[in-house]
């Protein structure tokens, strides 16, 4: 009996869903689909990198690295019959993102040839016929969707950056004309934009990931933007950390949106759950989201109504309706992606430019700074100007933490523009240069922060955008306001800071004021005239000298971990609390100011540290540092330049378990580092600064500067012998007598050892420093360096590439004077012809 019933449910659920099945062909038929264009290619990317962005260019140490594979169809699926016909197939090449006309007689999609290095869109007609190349160049372009004015809007590598947390290139909004030329930013993002499509209003709708002083893996979710590059604004999810928001595109009859849900950072080729958002629930309501599908490894979604969609799952073309029941259309050879359906469709609404392209500034509009969420405790007329900041791009990266740039806080460096006053009603109007990523910090009558954007903006050429407050409700309309003082006058020009560079260097800028003011009590040894009343070395245990540990600078470190700045350290959060980060949460600052045994600077080298901290207290100046001058560093989350197999390590080690390890365990949270490279399991992306095991790390107590100051070696030695004699044993005698010792002078060899590799590799503070060659390569295919440039001979000022380099990028209007660009030559080698060995230029 138990056996029947069991047959007859499972011929009744057999029924049911062969009915729903029925259901959603019926639907295809409904609107009129009879063919279906995707693409089957292998899945992921050449390394199986699980980056959702790491498919197109090379990876940084080498142009022979490519991050994507080989071998790929595009192709046409009969829905009645099932027949599947090519349009184009390259068993070398790469095919991905078509994109159907409004008049479905052609197809938009972006392809690399077999044997070449670069994705360029191109055109087909839906009969195969008419294949055309419409872009070209050095760069990369992806992802390209038809426009209503009859232009196309894309992502593109042409603009020059690389992500800030990993080894492969960015790609942001591009827009070009129906033919391919005149291609230009409508972005000025320094991250990734993707997956544009329309709306039915005229807005692009798509996915922009970006972490301004916060976290690098949670914010990568839904904007929009007009299609000539102005009013960007949030559609749904930058408040809220946390997955992936891709591949969004409207869906017919509704106001809704269907995208893929992409756990955590997203996974490669866009993996997720199939999702619905309503945005009229706003911006940042968590509940306007609603998963359609359990699995999480569909990608590439479509919406016919709000009951069908069509999407792809593994090597399977599938339907889905709102309850998440699917039917399979079509199994592929390999992985299918992007399936879009052959239908004509109309064209949405065309919004009018708005844009000058004869002006090389916009301006922004701000009702009423006090106005928004998170501003308990900030008064009327508080704030008095704004700081405004231009977050840079990078030329190069080569892995995911942030090193040597900063330990645990910003990836990148950050221009100081200048201020623009804020009025007594809270208003602002004032100028900024166009096409560029800028964030404020409101600061109050003594130049303090009060609070801080964290995220950026842009305006585009002769916009004029504006916004009610500091992280206003998105939903709320704007409280009613007769007349705004700043409204009534021409926008403010921005104002420089004087006498502060515009982008800081510590060992440059910071330390000389360390050295003058604070390292008298600050050091490893006492000076000439005798230390004030109670200081000595090393007051307090605090070092703020500028010697050089295996990474930082000891006094940068010092700084760091004892939280003396606070800058917006890597983590989820946002919209922080007033006077929570910045230079009035900062200790320094009070101490510069007289409360630290009456110490106080100048106003010029008050303002030096004052800006630093909120320019994001960068170690180094310049990009050129990255991937370089440290022992121990990082490349692609691996440690690398490690001292692990040197002798003086093998050695030193060997001397630290002897005559350590009573009191430093490796179990406890006292342990020590083994080598200059032992990170003994302190994260090297995200740290916890009250981690007991940080005053212990690596980059403090090895110095290879002046190896005999290392803390390693000072603090178990007797204070007879020059030492601290910190690290007392049970005995109550020093752990070494003398620097006679055996085991001292292990210890010390390994640290003359790193002092003496780290003059070899060099530091980007260091005389004749080198700076890594793919850093070279970059600026030499951006057209910063000239094909006459020899990296084994040539010397370069790494601080005037880097501005040469940014400056490259800012827009200019047609008659405007632009910096001269080298016309490099194809860097590549490779199937294509070379003017010049460019290979044996860049190995």
């Known amino acids: 009996m138990a056996t029947a019933v069991l047959a007859l449910a499972a011929t009744l659920a057999r029924g049911a869903e062969g009915e729903r099945q029925s259901k959603l062909l019926d639907a295809l038929a409904e609107h009129g689909v009879r063919e279906i264009v995707f693409v089957e290619r292998p899945g992921g990317s050449a390394e199986d990198d699980d980056h959702w962005y790491a498919n197109f260019g090379y990876y940084a140490p080498t142009f022979d690295r490519k991050t994507y594979r080989q071998g790929t169809c595009l192709r046409v699926l009969d829905v009645k019959t099932g027949r599947v016909r090519d349009l184009l197939d390259d068993p070398r090449g790469t095919i991905r993102d078509p994109c159907v006309h ?48 009859g232009g196309i809007a894309f992502v593109s590598g042409r603009a020059k950056r690389w992500v800030n947390c990993w080894l492969t290139q960015v790609a942001i909004l591009y827009r070009c004309d129906a033919d391919g030329t005149n291609p230009r930013p409508i972005s000025a993002n320094i991250e990734h934009d993707n997956t544009p499509w329309v709306l039915p209003d005229g807005r692009i709708l798509y996915t922009r990931w970006e972490y301004v002083d916060r976290s690098q893996v949670d914010y990568h979710h839904l904007w929009t933007a007009n299609p000539d590059g102005t009013n960007h604004a949030v559609f749904f999810g930058n408040m809220h950390p946390s997955r992936l928001f891709i591949d969004a595109k409207p869906i017919p009859g509704s106001g809704d949106v269907v995208l893929i849900n992409s756990p955590g950072h997203g996974n490669w080729e866009h993996r997720g759950a199939v999702a619905v958002v309503t945005p009229q629930r ?83 509009l701000l009702t009423n700074v006090h106005i928004g969420r998170n501003m308990m405790g900030v008064n009327p007329g508080e704030i008095k100007k704004l700081l405004v900041l231009e977050t840079l791009p990078k030329p190069i990266n080569y892995t995911g933490g942030m090193d040597p740039l900063s330990y645990s806080g910003t990836f990148t460096l950050e221009r100081i523009v200048g201020t623009v006053p804020v009025e007594e009603d809270g208003s602002a109007y004032f100028e900024l240069p166009a096409n560029r990523a800028f964030f404020f910090v409101a600061l109050d009558q003594n130049n303090l922060s009060v609070k801080r954007m964290q995220s950026f903006t842009s305006v585009a050429p002769g916009e004029t955008t504006g916004c009610v407050g500091c992280h206003e409700h998105r939903t709320r309309t704007p409280p009613p306001v007769r007349r705004m003082a700043a409204a009534s006058r021409t926008p403010s020009p921005l104002t420089p800071i004087p006498h502060v560079p515009d982008i800081l260097d510590f060992p440059r800028d910071v330390q000389p004021i360390l050295d003058r003011h604070c390292v008298r009590c600050h050091d490893y040894v006492n000076h000439p005239g005798g230390n004030p009343p109670g200081a000595g070395p090393a007051a307090g245990g605090v070092i703020l000298t500028g010697d050089r540990g295996p990474m930082f600078s000891h006094s940068y470190f010092e700084l760091t971990i004892r939280q003396q700045f606070v800058d917006g350290r890597n983590r989820a959060k946002s919209n922080l609390p007033p006077r929570s980060i910045g230079t009035s949460a900062s200790p320094l600052m009070k101490k510069i100011a007289g409360s630290h045994h009456g110490v106080r600077l100048p106003p010029e080298q008050t303002d030096i540290l004052r800006y630093w901290i909120e320019s994001g207290a960068a170690y180094p100046g310049t990009y050129a540092a990255l991937g370089s001058g440290t022992i121990g560093g990082y490349a692609q989350n691996k440690q690398v330049e490690t001292d692990r197999q040197w002798p003086e390590a093998k050695a030193a080690g060997e ?21 200059l490279s032992d990170e003994m399991g302190i994260s090297f992306w995200r740290m916890n600064m009250v981690d007991p095991l940080l005053p ?90 000239p094909d006459s440039f020899q990296p084994a001979t040539h010397t370069v000022d790494v601080y005037d590439l880097d501005r040469r380099y940014f400056e490259s990028l800012w827009y200019y209007p047609p008659a405007a004077a632009r910096p001269t660009l080298f016309e490099n030559a194809n860097p590549y080698g490779g199937d294509e012809r070379l003017p010049r060995p460019a290979r044996a230029l860049w190995p």
């Not at 070899?760 to 951006?782: A, G, N």
Request: hydrophobic residues 35%; aromatic residues 8%; glycine residues 6%.
């Open 102 to 149: 409004y008049d479905a007689e052609k197809v938009l999609f972006s392809y690399r040839p077999g044997g070449q290095h670069n994705f360029h869109l191109y055109e087909v007609g839906v009969d195969g016929s008419g294949l055309k190349q419409l872009t070209n160049g050095l760069y990369d372009d992806l992802e390209p969707t038809y426009l209503p004015d």
């Open 282 to 364: 706003g911006p940042d309501d968590r509940g306007a989201m609603r998963d359609l599908t359990t699995a999480k490894d569909y990608r590439d979604p479509w919406a016919f109504s709000p009951h069908t969609f069509l999407a792809a799952q593994k090597n399977d073309l599938v339907l889905l309706d709102d309850s998440g029941a699917r039917s399979v259309l079509h199994s592929g050879r390999t992985s299918v992606h992007e399936p879009r359906p052959v239908i004509r469709r109309p064209r949405e609404h065309i919004i009018p430019p708005r844009m000058d392209p004869s002006k090389a500034t916009g301006a922004l």
């Open 655 to 675: 001397a630290i378990r002897s005559r350590c390890a009573a009191c430093h365990d490796a179990a406890t949270d006292k342990r020590l580092p083994m080598n």
């Open 696 to 785: 212990h790390s690596r980059h403090r107590v090895w110095n290879l500067s002046r190896p005999e100051m290392s803390r390693m070696l000072l603090a178990p030695l007797a204070k007879t012998a020059g030492g601290f004699a910190t690290c007392t044993p049970p005995t109550s005698e020093p752990v070494f007598a003398d620097t006679r010792d055996p085991h001292y002078r292990a210890i010390l060899d390994l640290a003359r050892a790193g002092k003496h590799r780290l003059e070899e590799i060099t530091r980007f503070d260091m005389p004749q420093f080198k700076p890594p060659r793919p850093y070279l390569r970059e600026m030499h295919r951006y057209g910063i360096l």
